[in-house]
């Protein structure tokens, strides 16, 4: 994200858009923080030399003296730093999150955080927890603001799960996919953080969130990949070596879903207060059925997108994608 300000910040002040000043910048053990704007072409030098942490009166100092707008950007995934959220929105300072956890605590938490934004000037967007880059959050929020009714939310959430499926097919075994894409650098560096459906989950409830249904995690109905024995292996090699003991029942519901001509996708679904993540058989008539690659594609199905979905579809994982997402929301936040 940090790259992508620097090449862009220069072009938006020219054109008189936004004027962008990175004030401070935190990793988990270093901050490094000026009010007047931080040289971003050797942030990487001077954090590692560092020798200060991130405190709440110093980001609070911080953003007092630089003035303007402010906007303090989780790009973390600690529940943790979650715990600043309040008191920064209730002093008037935007939040720009990438934190699915900081929105997946207790649906009370959430709530805090709605109510301590609506009592402020401050926002809170976090269109990057979930699709990274893709207009998720900002098309569902504006179906909403404009008086839509949402009937049913279908999702392939995870790009690891969407080229798994994708490429399954007669004559590969399930974990030989897991370890290629492994080696891709695809999965988690242990794969049974993608293959057990809990960040799946996460997103999924964000979205319910998100059109008003107070829900919790455990609500969520989820149906891990990942055998308790195979979870309880010691390493990622293990697992992978006792998920190789589980290609005939991975095989037997594709070869199940092929006979039907249909295909096999990991489908986040939310209809009627109700939520899930499971594997599906996807007819060739829905647009999960083409999906290629590692792509994301969500289905929202509303009272006026009744009888075709509004689908949104593109990478929904890596660096730069989720940095797009997150410039777009502190851009939103200066407007």
Not at 286 to 305: K, M, Q
């Amino acid at each position: 994200m940090l790259k992508q300000i620097l090449e862009h910040a220069p072009v938006l002040q020219k054109e008189n858009f936004i004027e962008l000043r990175i004030v401070g910048i935190a990793n988990s053990g270093r901050m490094i923080g000026s009010a007047q704007g931080l040289d971003l072409k050797s942030w990487r030098e001077l954090l590692e030399a560092s020798h200060s942490i991130m405190l709440p009166e110093t980001l609070h100092s911080l953003f007092c003296l630089a003035g303007g707008i402010s906007s303090f950007v989780d790009c973390t995934a600690s529940y943790t730093i979650r715990s600043l959220y309040p008191s920064l929105l209730a002093s008037g300072v935007s939040i720009v999150t990438a934190n699915k956890k900081a929105l997946t605590g207790h649906w009370q938490e959430f709530v805090a955080l709605k109510d301590a934004e609506t009592s402020s000037e401050a926002r809170l967007l976090y269109e990057a927890t979930v699709g990274a880059g893709l207009p998720v959050i900002a098309t569902l929020k504006d179906l909403l603001l404009s008086g839509d009714r949402i009937i049913r939310i279908e999702a392939i959430l995870s790009g690891t799960l969407s080229y798994l499926f994708n490429r399954f097919e007669e004559k590969t075994s399930f974990s030989q996919l897991v370890a290629e894409a492994r080696k891709l650098g695809y999965t988690e560096p242990d794969p049974r953080d993608d293959l057990n459906g809990a960040d799946v989950a996460r997103k999924l409830l964000i979205l319910a969130r998100t059109i008003g249904l107070p829900m919790e995690m455990e609500d969520i109905e989820v149906q891990s990949l990942v055998s308790e024995s195979s979870q309880n292996a010691s390493s990622p090699e293990e697992f992978l070596n006792l998920l190789a003991m589980e290609d005939a029942a991975f095989e037997r519901m594709r070869a199940a879903a092929a006979r039907e001509g249909q295909a096999l996708r990991y489908v986040a679904s939310l209809e009627n207060g109700k939520a899930r993540v499971a594997v599906q058989k996807i007819p060739p008539s829905h647009p999960f059925y083409s999906l290629s690659g590692n792509d994301n594609v969500i289905a929202f199905t509303t009272e006026r997108y009744a009888k075709n979905p509004l689908v949104i579809q593109g990478p929904g994982a890596g660096p730069e994608v989720t940095a797009a997402g997150v410039f777009a929301d502190i851009l939103r936040i200066g407007l």
